[in-house]
């Protein structure tokens, strides 16, 4: 009884954790706010999150639906071990983006159409993967690991948050519906 407590209590603290971290990161400057990765790091996986997912036609991409913020607390928490795959992959961008155009600080500084340029050279690599990877979920995944701001990529999918959801009839109890 006591172990079950104690672990009840510990999820609840995690879990308060989690919220207030979420609640933290809908501020305008995710940028400066990150923990795992350098201003200067944050703002290439926000522009390379933009070009994998972007927003189009007024629909939000993974900028606005803050895949930064979920990639940034996966490398600080669970995800700890793809910090020098993002590390490395982030300074190799920025190598590449200043050899492609002269006087760039690096690849966020690209216009778009460069930055797809300078991308369609990595998306073999393990880092291209990787990002792409942590983009979908930290578009997708539930908003209280840091992504997914107010459930915009729910929304583009055309899922509305609700708390229970009700199955579906269909082929497997066509006969239960039949009855009713």
């Not at 879990?15 to 400066?32: C, G, H, K, P, W």
């Not at 607390?73 to 793809?82: I, S, V």
């Not at 006087?103 to 300078?118: I, K, M, Y």
Request: charged share 20%; net charge negative.
């Amino acid at each position: 009884m006591a172990a079950g407590a104690a672990w009840a209590a510990a999820d609840l603290i995690e879990i308060e954790d989690a919220l207030a971290f979420a609640s933290q990161q809908t501020s305008a400057n995710l940028v400066a706010q990150t923990r795992a990765l350098t201003p200067a790091q944050a703002e290439v996986v926000s522009a390379l999150t933009s070009r994998i997912l972007p927003a189009v036609d007024g629909r939000p991409g993974a900028r606005e639906a803050g895949a930064l913020a979920f990639i940034d607390r996966a490398l600080a928490t669970f995800n700890a071990a793809q910090r020098p795959l993002y590390t490395q992959g982030i300074a190799d961008l920025n190598r590449r983006a200043q050899a492609r155009v002269t006087r760039v600080t690096g690849f966020a500084a690209l216009t778009s159409g460069q930055q797809d340029e300078v991308i369609r050279e990595i998306e073999a690599t393990p880092f291209f993967q990787a990002v792409r990877l942590d983009t979908i979920v930290g578009t997708f995944a539930l908003p209280s690991w840091g992504g997914n701001r107010d459930y915009m990529g729910w929304h583009l999918l055309g899922l509305e948050h609700q708390m229970a959801f009700q199955a579906p009839f269909g082929y497997y109890d066509a006969d239960a519906n039949r009855r009713n």
